[in-house]
């Protein structure tokens, strides 16, 4: 049997029965990487001795018993590279951070390792999560492992590829406009982006704070339901998260669907969107329908301006973000200047790359006296109008469900050379970050080239069990998906 | 939306970038494309809107003034490009 297809529940159960040790399977898993990684280039960093040496100390705590309730203990996981890890390379798929080593974990790695997790590498990214392809990585492309021609989608690539790979059982990402979903629905894996606020941002590189969400990439739903049990959570460290009574998912798959009203906007069926993904889309719908949800479509207001507002305040907030890289404290610093100010122009003009220089001059500049009103609160305006047209479909529906994307995984090389192009693919994505709700994406079909299509479930606030629950029972009757 | 020479100088002087010719060139031909589509935010009436920042009516999160982080001024600097008897260094910016 091949250790590296089996679920992280699967694996984690294995070693539980002693079947397999953690140490095995990280050495499996470590064979599978250097059999497949030359291709893909999933990862920035893989952990060999580190993780092998973990996966033992691991299996003294479960031989102890000291991890009886922990179902993912001693399976590897892997990390997007904007996650700091303590004493591991943590780049941000940058130049500026090429050789920065964290000297603290991020909550959600200080929860994992608790659980009994064991961090096999750092995967490859769009630079500072800003991207849709992970093309614009320091550390070169992550290529689609469904079709090596077509990107994994991004920005966290890296990890989504990894999992359809079989070269990761499961994995993190950070989603701030669609990071997660995209490239899972891209590469054929499933990955939710929680409520912000559920999962602490302490330790998670900033790109745009009030968008910023850590979550889940793995092989099907329960396997996202298990680590998203581990990784949730209040935190103090990160003012922003928020306690509450809704956590606890791997417990709620298998509950029926009865009742549960489902909506679809028809904006997001309309032009634009393929018609191999619409039919693919509106065939999972009748699914739920059969499961007893009920299905309608309705008119979702003000949606079409959330790709502009979006830009407006993640670059507005990343141009703010960014400015502490300087060439100063840790990362990058350019070899020839002249003062200071030499030192912050030249370090970051070539340390980071061309989309993160858009994004941080776009940033700069509707924040800038003149334009602040016009774009910035306009933006934040029409957010308020976009989270209202939520709150409303909210008040009618418990989950609305839609596409990922309005096409599958475009070739290598045909995205970066028209931005707004590249932006205008975020179209089902990114107002799920403005406004702050939880969306899964997971495969429900492929395209006339066999490549994957996502499904988008989006909850109320704190409403995971909901698409996790319709999102499970969906992939129980799918037929499986050839992929 | 037509964007300037000045403009392009401008925000990349407030992100401290240098840019070469043709990154300007680039970065017009963009940010005009990019910032003329922001604006059809305009099609959409938000007068009376209040702008909203955070979509959770949470507020200041206080807690006790008390250093819960233990001394680790070495292991920060391990990753200074350049330091020196425990400090930071920089090029010489009084004169």
Do not use: W
């Not at chain 1, 009574?245 to 009203?261: A, P």
């Not at chain 1, 191999?276 to 309705?298: D, H, M, V, Y």
């Not at chain 1, 404290?329 to 858009?358: A, H, I, M, P, W």
């Not at chain 1, 490549?451 to 989006?458: A, H, R, S, T, V």
């Amino acid at each position: 049997m091949d250790i590296t297809k089996l679920s992280a529940l699967e694996l984690g159960k294995k070693i539980k029965e002693k079947e397999i040790s953690a140490a095995e399977a990280v050495s499996l898993q470590i064979d599978r990487i250097k059999e497949k990684d030359s291709e893909y280039n999933c990862y920035i960093s893989v952990l060999e001795e580190r993780a092998l040496s973990e996966a033992k100390e691991v299996q003294k705590r479960i031989d102890g018993g000291e991890l009886a309730d922990a179902p993912l203990a001693g399976v590897p996981i892997a990390v997007k590279d904007n996650i700091c890890t303590k004493g591991i390379k943590t780049t941000c798929g940058s130049k500026i951070l090429y050789n920065f080593i964290p000297p603290y974990n991020a909550t959600v790695v200080e929860k994992l390792k608790a659980q009994g997790a064991v961090i096999i590498g750092k995967t490859n990214m769009d630079e500072f999560a800003m991207g849709s392809t992970t093309e614009t990585s320091y550390f070169g492309i992550t290529k689609n492992p469904r079709n090596t021609e077509h990107v994994p989608g991004g920005s966290s690539g890296g990890s989504a590829a990894a999992v359809a790979a079989d070269e990761a059982f499961y994995a993190l990402g950070s989603d701030t406009g669609g990071s997660i979903r995209q490239p899972s629905a891209f590469c054929g894996v499933t990955g939710i982006k929680p409520t912000y606020g559920t999962v602490s941002r302490y330790g998670l590189v900033a790109y745009a704070s009030s968008l910023d969400q850590i979550g889940p990439i793995g092989k099907n739903v329960a396997d996202c339901a298990a680590a998203l049990d581990i990784i949730s959570g209040h935190d103090k460290k990160d003012s922003t998260s928020v306690p509450t009574e809704s956590y606890g998912y791997l417990k709620v798959l298998g509950e029926d669907i009865k009742g549960m009203k489902i909506g679809i906007p028809k904006g997001y069926l309309g032009s634009g969107l393929s018609e191999e993904i619409k039919r693919s889309i509106l065939a999972a719908a009748k699914e739920l329908e059969k499961q007893g949800a009920s299905i309608e479509e309705f008119d979702l207001e003000a949606v079409e301006y959330a790709i502009p507002a979006y830009y407006v305040i993640a670059s507005a907030e990343a141009s703010s973000n960014l400015s502490r890289y300087d060439g100063i404290k840790y990362g990058f610093r350019t070899e020839d200047f002249e003062g200071l100010q030499e030192v912050y122009k030249k370090t970051r003009s070539e340390g980071f790359g061309n989309e993160v220089k858009r994004r941080m001059m776009i940033g700069a500049f509707v924040l800038s006296s003149g334009y602040y009103d016009a774009y910035y609160n306009k933006a934040l305006r029409v957010k308020a109008l976009i989270k209202e047209g939520f709150d409303r479909a909210f008040d009618k529906y418990d989950i609305i469900l839609g596409p990922t994307a309005p096409a599958t995984a475009p070739r290598i090389g045909e995205s970066l050379s028209d931005p707004l192009q590249m932006y205008l693919g975020d179209i089902y994505t990114v107002s799920v970050n403005l406004t702050g709700l939880p969306a899964i994406s997971l495969p429900c079909g492929t395209d006339k080239m066999g490549l994957p299509i996502g499904l988008q479930l989006i909850g109320k606030h704190f409403g995971e069990r909901d698409i996790l629950k319709a999102a499970y029972l969906f992939e129980q009757t799918r037929k499986e998906v050839v992929l | 939306m037509e964007i300037t020479d000045k403009t392009i100088e401008y925000v990349a002087a407030l992100a401290k970038l240098e840019l070469t010719q043709e990154e300007k060139e680039k970065a017009k031909t963009d940010l005009g494309s990019i910032i003329g589509y922001m604006a059809t935010m305009n099609e959409l009436d938000t007068e009376g809107i209040k702008p909203m920042s955070h979509v959770f009516p949470i507020h200041n999160v206080f807690r006790e003034d008390v250093v819960e982080n233990g001394p680790d001024r070495d292991a920060l600097l391990e990753n200074a490009p350049a330091k020196k008897d425990g400090c930071f260094m920089v090029p010489k910016t009084v004169e």
